[in-house]
C-alpha cells in the first residue's frame, strides 16, 4: 500500500521529557481530503495534530509528507515544505491589519502574492471589506477566516486547523465548514480537531476517533456517523 | 617588596579555590562555603599585610555594611522575586535619619519656623488624605472631579503659603553653619556628645525606609515587575532630590558634618596616657593605634548588627512565612489560587528588606561622620548592591553577604590594580605621551566596566551565585 | 494685561524648550519600546546605550574639526551622526551576539533578561567613561540661534524676545524625519511588518516563517539610530554628561510607560507629555502673571509650582497616576 500524502505513522511521545501522551497513534490525509480528528476531551486530537506538525517530541514511529520522512523538521521547517498549521487560539497579528496578517501569511514567498490574497478574499469576501482594519476589532468567526486566510496565504499543500469553530455561533460554524470544503475542493488536503463531532465526521472523507491518546475508531465519517458504538460513546446516541 | 605574609594570603586563597572546586564536585556545601568565606578573609588580611590595617579595616567595615543591604535585597529579591531598583533613596533615609536623631536641635530653630513646617506637613498629609476619601466616597463625575480640583490646588497653595515662610525662617539662622532644623540629640552637652543616640538612629534609619517603602509599596506593588522597578527607580531619585533641596531638613548639599559617633574620638585615645602606653607594647605608635582602635570598635557593632539580622534572616527563611514567600515567588497565580494574598505578603517583605537597607545606610552615614547627599549615586547605592546579591546567590542569605564581601573588595581594589595595570602597559610609551595619561587617568574606571564583567559572567556561567539557594 | 507679550514669554521658556525636549525623550522612549515590544524585557542599558552612541558622534566630530570640515551653520555633529549610528549599531549587535542571545536561545524570563541588561549597563557606562572621561562636553558649533531674542524684539516690537536655537530647531526637524522614516519603516516594508508581527504574536511569527534572529538584528540597529540621534540631539541642545544620561532613563521609561510599553505611537505622546508637563510644573510663571494680571494680583514669589529639582518627581507623579487609571498606558500597550 502506497503512504497517504501525509501521515503521521504510530506516533508515540510527549511534550518535552513529559510522559507520553500519544501511544502508536496513527493519523493520516490524503490529496484533496479532509480529515478530521475528534474524541473526547483529554483523548490527545490537538496533541496528535501538533505531533504531526513537529510541535512534540515524537519519540517513536515517524512523519512522513509525500513519502518523505520529516520527523525530524522543525515546524517552521515544515511551513516551507508546505504545511499550514492554525492554531487554536492567538491565531492573528491582533495589532495588524487583515490585509498584512495576509501578507506575513506570505511572508516566505518571494512571488507575487496578490493572486493568492484575491483567491482568499474569494473565498472570504468580508474580509476584502475588512481588510485595512486591524484584525484584533474583528468579530470571532471573521478572526477564525483571517486565520485561515493567513495560512493558506503560503500556498499550503495541507491545511491544518485545530479547533477552527471553538466559540463561534453556530451559523458562523456552518460557513467556516462551507469554505472549509471550498478549500478542500482546490486540492488542498485538510486536517483537522474538532469538537464538534457530528458536523465535522459529516463533511469527513475520513474521521479518526481517539482515547486516551490511541486511535479507537478509524474510517469515513459517513462510516463513523452510521456506526452505533461512535454513536452510543461519542455524538451522544 | 611582597612580604611573606602577603604571599602566604595569597597562597591562602590559591588553596581555597581548589577547596570550593573539589567541594562542589563532592557536594559538601558546607565546606564550599566555608572555603569561599575564607577567601574573603584572606583577601582582606592581605591587603592588611600589603597596604594597611586601615586599608583592610576599611574594607571589612563597609563590606559589613554592603552584606547588610545585601541582605534587605536578599530579602526581596531572592524570597518574594520583587525588583527592586530604589535601594539607594532606603539607605540615603537610613542616613537622614543619623542626622535627624544623632545632631544636636539647632537653637531657636523649632521656635523660629520647626513645628510650623510639621504643621505644614500635616496639611499636605491631610490634604492628599481628603483627596483620597473623596475619590472613594464620591460618585464618579464633574462635580468630583472639580471638588477634588480645588482641594488639591486650593491645599498645594496653602501648604506652600504656611512652609514657605517657615523655611525661610529656619534656613536663615546661622546659615554658614546650621541653617536646618537640626536633631534630636537633646542629650548632647557640654560633657557629652551622646554619641550612643547614633545607634539609637539606626533602627529609626529603618523605620523611615520602611515608612517610605510601605508608601511605594501601596502604590506600586501589585503593578508589573518592570513598573515597580521604574517606581523605585523614581522614588530613590526623588528622596535624593529631597535631601538636596530641603536645607531645612538636613542642609541639602551643604551637607551635615561632625555628627558623633558610638566610638571614641582617635584624639581622645591619643592624648589617653593608659591607651598609648598599651599601643607601645605591642608596637604601634600612638596615631595608628587609635585609628585602628576605632575602626575596629565600629566593625564590631557592624559585625553584632549583621549577624541579628542574618540569625533573623535565617530563620525568616526556614519559617512557614519564609517557605510561603518562596512559594508566592515561584508561582503566584497558584498561590493566589490558595487564598495567599500576594500583594499584602509583597508589601511586607517589600517594607522588611527596605528597613535593613535603611538600618544600613544609617550605619554607613554614622561611620562617615556626615551626610553629604550629593555623593548618592544610583550605581554606587542600588546597581551595586545588586550586583552583589546576583553574584552571591540570590536566595541564599549567605550568599548575598558573601556577594557582599566580595563585591565591595573588588568595587575598591579594582582602582589601584586597575592603575597599576595601566602603568605596567603604558610603560613603553613616552612620558606625557597624551594616550598614556589618558589611559592612567582612565584607570579609576576600570571598576564599573570590572562590576558588568563580573555580573554577565556570572548570569551566564553560575546564574544562580557563587551560593545557591537550596 | 498683555496677552501677546505673556504668550510670547510662554513659548520662549515653556513651549519651545518644552517641544525640544519632548522630541529628546519620545526618541529615546521609542527605543526602549522598540526592545520591550520585540526583545521583551525593559532595558536599563537605554540611557548608557544613549551615552555611548553620543560618544562615538562627539569623538568623530572632533576629528572632523580638527581636520577642518564643518558643515557651515548646522552642528557638525550632525556630519558625524551617521558614523557614529553605525559603531553603536555594530556594538549594540556584538552585544546581543555574546550576551543577550544565550538568554534569549533558553526563553529565560524577562526579568532575568533585565538583570543581563543591568550588567550590560555597568560595562557600557564604564567604556564611556573610560573613553571620553565623566567630564561634561560640548560639541556644539555652527550658527547658536535661529532667532535671538533681540532680533525678534525688533521685528515684532514686543518687550519679550523669543529666542530659538538652531539646536531647538535641528532637534525637533531631525526626530520629525527620524520619526517619519521609522514608521514608514514598520508600516510600508515587508521586514518592518515582520517586525511589527513578531511583536504582536511570536509564535505565529514563527509559523510564518519569519526569522526571529533577523527581526532582532534590525531591532538592535533601529535602536542604534534611535539611540543616537535622541543622545546627540539632547548633547547638543544642552551637554554631554554621562551621567545625565544615565539619569534620563527615568523620563524615558516614564515615557515608553505612559504612552504604553510596546507601542510607538505611545511612546512618542508619552516623550512629549512628561516633557511638558517637566517643563511647565518646574517654570517660573511670574514672567507671564505679570502680563496677563492685574497689577494687584502680581505674584510676589517666582509662581514656580516645584524647583527644578525635582523634575524627577514630575515624571515619576505622571507615571503613577497614568498607570493606576490606565495600567497598560494613554495608548494601549502590550503585557508580557
Known amino acids: 500500500m502506497t503512504d497517504p500524502f501525509l501521515i503521521g505513522d504510530q506516533m508515540s511521545g510527549g511534550y518535552g521529557s513529559g510522559p507520553d501522551i500519544l501511544h502508536d497513534c496513527t493519523i493520516a490525509v490524503d490529496e484533496g481530503e479532509i480529515a478530521v480528528i475528534v474524541g473526547p476531551n483529554g483523548a490527545g486530537k490537538s496533541t496528535a495534530m501538533k505531533a504531526v506538525f513537529g510541535m512534540l517530541n515524537v519519540r517513536q514511529g515517524a512523519v512522513r509528507l509525500f513519502g518523505e520522512d520529516i520527523t525530524s523538521l522543525s515546524p517552521q521547517d515544515r511551513v516551507a515544505k508546505g504545511m499550514a498549521f492554525v492554531p487554536q487560539t492567538s491565531n492573528i497579528f491582533t495589532s495588524m491589519t487583515v490585509e498584512e496578517n495576509l501578507e506575513m501569511g506570505a511572508f516566505l514567498r518571494r512571488d507575487d502574492i496578490t493572486g493568492t490574497m484575491d483567491q482568499v478574499y474569494d473565498l472570504f469576501p468580508i474580509l476584502h471589506d475588512k481588510r485595512r482594519q486591524p484584525a484584533g476589532e474583528l468579530s470571532g468567526g471573521q478572526r477564525q477566516q483571517v486565520a485561515v486566510g493567513r495560512a493558506l496565504m503560503t500556498q499550503p499543500k495541507v491545511l491544518m486547523l485545530d479547533e477552527p469553530t471553538a466559540g463561534v455561533s453556530p451559523i458562523v460554524m456552518d460557513e467556516l465548514f462551507d469554505r472549509i470544503i471550498e478549500v478542500a475542493r482546490t486540492g488542498i488536503s485538510i486536517l483537522m480537531v474538532e469538537q464538534n463531532a457530528r458536523q465535522a465526521l459529516e463533511i469527513a472523507d475520513k474521521g479518526y476517533v481517539l482515547v486516551q491518546g490511541r486511535n479507537r475508531y478509524t474510517d469515513t465519517g459517513k462510516a463513523l456517523l452510521a456506526d452505533p458504538d461512535v454513536r452510543k460513546s461519542f455524538l451522544g446516541g | ?470 | 494685561m498683555d496677552y501677546i507679550n505673556a504668550l510670547v514669554a510662554f513659548t520662549n521658556f515653556v513651549l519651545v524648550p518644552g517641544t525640544a525636549y519632548g522630541a529628546q525623550l519620545a526618541l529615546g522612549a521609542l527605543g526602549v519600546t522598540l526592545i520591550y515590544g520585540i526583545l521583551r524585557f525593559s532595558n536599563f542599558a537605554h540611557g548608557d546605550t544613549m551615552a555611548f552612541g553620543t560618544m562615538f558622534v562627539i569623538l568623530i566630530t572632533w576629528a572632523f574639526q580638527g581636520a577642518g570640515i564643518s558643515a557651515g551653520p548646522v552642528p557638525t555633529a550632525l556630519l558625524a551622526l551617521p558614523f557614529g549610528i553605525a559603531l553603536t549599531g555594530l556594538f549594540l549587535i556584538g552585544t546581543d551576539r555574546v550576551v543577550y542571545r544565550f538568554y534569549r536561545k533558553q526563553r529565560v524570563k524577562p526579568v532575568v533578561m533585565v538583570m543581563v541588561s543591568l550588567g550590560v549597563m555597568f560595562i557600557m557606562n564604564g567604556l564611556t567613561r573610560f573613553i571620553i572621561g565623566p567630564d561634561d562636553q560640548r560639541f556644539a558649533d555652527g550658527e547658536r540661534f535661529l532667532i535671538t531674542a533681540r532680533n525678534f524684539r525688533e521685528m515684532t516690537g514686543l518687550r519679550e524676545g523669543l529666542a530659538i536655537k538652531t539646536t531647538q530647531g535641528i532637534t525637533v526637524i531631525t526626530a520629525v524625519i527620524v520619526v517619519v522614516l521609522l514608521f514608514w519603516f514598520l508600516n510600508r516594508t515587508r521586514t518592518g511588518k515582520s517586525m511589527r508581527a513578531f511583536s504582536d504574536n511570536e509564535d505565529l511569527a514563527l509559523l510564518s516563517g519569519i526569522n526571529p534572529e533577523r527581526v532582532v538584528l534590525y531591532t538592535w540597529l533601529i535602536v542604534a539610530a534611535l539611540a543616537t540621534v535622541a543622545g546627540t540631539l539632547y548633547g547638543l541642545d544642552k551637554s554631554f554628561k554621562p551621567f545625565t544620561y544615565f539619569q534620563l532613563l527615568l523620563p524615558i521609561f516614564a515615557a515608553a510607560i505612559v504612552g504604553g510599553l510596546g507601542n510607538p505611537v505611545g511612546a512618542i505622546a508619552g516623550g512629549f507629555v512628561i516633557a511638558f508637563s517637566e517643563v511647565t510644573i518646574t517654570y517660573a510663571f511670574k514672567k507671564v502673571a505679570t502680563y496677563v494680571l492685574p497689577e494687584a494680583l502680581a505674584p510676589d514669589g517666582l509662581a514656580q509650582l516645584l524647583s527644578t529639582d525635582y523634575k524627577f518627581a514630575v515624571s515619576f507623579a505622571l507615571l503613577i497616576v497614568v498607570l493606576m487609571f490606565k495600567p497598560t498606558g494613554l495608548f494601549k500597550g502590550q503585557s508580557v
Not at chain 2, 551622646?194 to 510601605?214: E, H, I, N, Q
Not at chain 2, 540569625?311 to 508561582?331: E, H, V
Not at chain 2, 556577594?403 to 605596567?424: A, D, K, N, R, T
Request: aromatic letters at 10%.
Open chain 2, 1 to 470: 617588596m611582597m612580604q611573606l605574609p602577603v604571599i602566604l594570603c595569597g597562597l591562602g586563597v590559591l588553596i581555597c579555590i581548589a577547596v570550593v572546586v573539589l567541594a562542589e564536585r563532592r557536594k559538601q556545601i558546607v565546606l564550599r562555603d566555608s572555603a569561599m568565606f575564607v577567601i574573603v578573609a584572606c583577601l582582606i588580611l592581605g591587603t592588611g599585610f600589603q597596604e594597611s590595617w586601615n586599608s583592610a579595616l576599611f574594607i571589612l567595615n563597609f563590606g559589613l555594611i554592603s552584606a547588610i543591604m545585601a541582605l534587605g535585597v536578599n530579602l526581596q529579591w531572592g524570597f518574594a522575586g520583587l525588583f527592586n531598583v530604589g535601594i539607594m533613596g532606603f539607605v540615603a533615609l537610613g542616613g537622614l535619619a543619623a542626622v535627624l536623631i544623632s545632631a544636636e536641635p539647632t537653637p531657636g530653630a523649632w521656635a523660629a519656623g520647626g513645628f510650623q513646617v510639621l504643621g505644614a506637613l500635616a496639611l499636605g498629609a491631610a490634604t492628599t488624605t481628603l483627596a483620597v476619601i473623596l475619590w472613594k466616597r464620591m460618585k464618579p463625575g464633574r462635580v468630583r472631579l472639580g471638588v477634588l480640583l480645588t482641594v488639591l490646588i486650593g491645599g498645594f497653595f496653602l501648604f506652600r503659603g504656611i512652609f514657605d515662610p517657615a523655611v525661610s525662617a529656619i534656613e536663615a539662622i546661622n546659615p554658614a553653619q546650621t541653617g536646618y532644623l537640626g536633631g534630636l540629640n537633646v542629650f548632647a552637652n557640654e560633657a557629652t556628645r551622646a554619641g550612643w543616640m547614633t545607634v539609637v538612629a539606626w533602627p529609626v534609619g529603618g523605620l523611615l525606609a520602611a515608612g517610605a517603602a510601605w508608601i511605594v509599596g501601596k502604590t506600586a506593588l501589585g503593578l508589573r515587575s518592570d513598573y515597580l522597578a521604574i517606581a523605585t527607580l523614581g522614588i530613590a531619585e526623588i528622596i535624593i532630590a529631597v535631601m538636596k533641596n530641603e536645607d531645612w531638613l538636613a542642609r541639602g548639599v551643604k551637607n551635615v558634618s561632625g555628627l558623633p559617633r558610638p566610638v571614641p574620638y582617635e584624639i581622645d585615645l591619643q592624648n589617653n596616657s593608659d591607651f598609648v602606653e598599651r599601643a607601645a607594647t605591642i608596637g604601634l605608635d600612638p596615631t595608628t593605634a587609635s585609628t585602628l582602635f576605632v575602626k575596629v570598635a565600629y566593625g564590631l557593632l557592624f559585625a553584632v548588627v549583621l549577624v541579628i539580622f542574618l540569625l533573623l534572616a535565617q530563620w525568616a527563611l526556614k519559617s512557614p512565612w519564609g517557605r510561603m514567600m518562596r512559594a508566592i515567588r515561584d508561582n503566584e497565580v497558584a498561590a493566589e489560587a490558595m487564598g495567599k494574598d500576594v500583594t499584602a505578603r509583597h508589601l511586607q517583605v517589600f517594607v522588611l528588606g527596605s528597613a535593613i537597607c535603611g538600618v544600613a545606610g544609617a550605619m554607613m552615614t554614622t561611620l562617615d561622620g556626615q551626610l553629604t547627599p550629593g555623593s548618592y549615586q544610583p550605581l554606587r547605592f542600588t546597581f551595586l548592591i545588586w550586583v552583589m546579591v546576583i553574584v552571591g546567590g540570590s536566595g541564599n542569605n549567605l550568599g548575598a553577604v558573601l556577594g557582599g564581601f566580595i563585591v565591595w573588595f573588588l568595587w575598591v581594589q579594582v582602582e589601584p590594580f586597575g592603575q597599576f595595570v595601566m602603568s605596567v602597559v603604558t610603560a613603553g610609551m613616552a612620558d606625557g605621551s597624551p594616550i598614556r595619561e589618558h589611559l592612567l587617568e582612565s584607570a579609576a574606571h576600570m571598576r564599573l566596566l570590572t562590576m558588568g564583567v563580573l555580573m554577565l559572567l556570572v548570569l551566564r556561567f553560575r546564574p544562580r551565585g557563587l551560593i545557591p539557594e537550596r
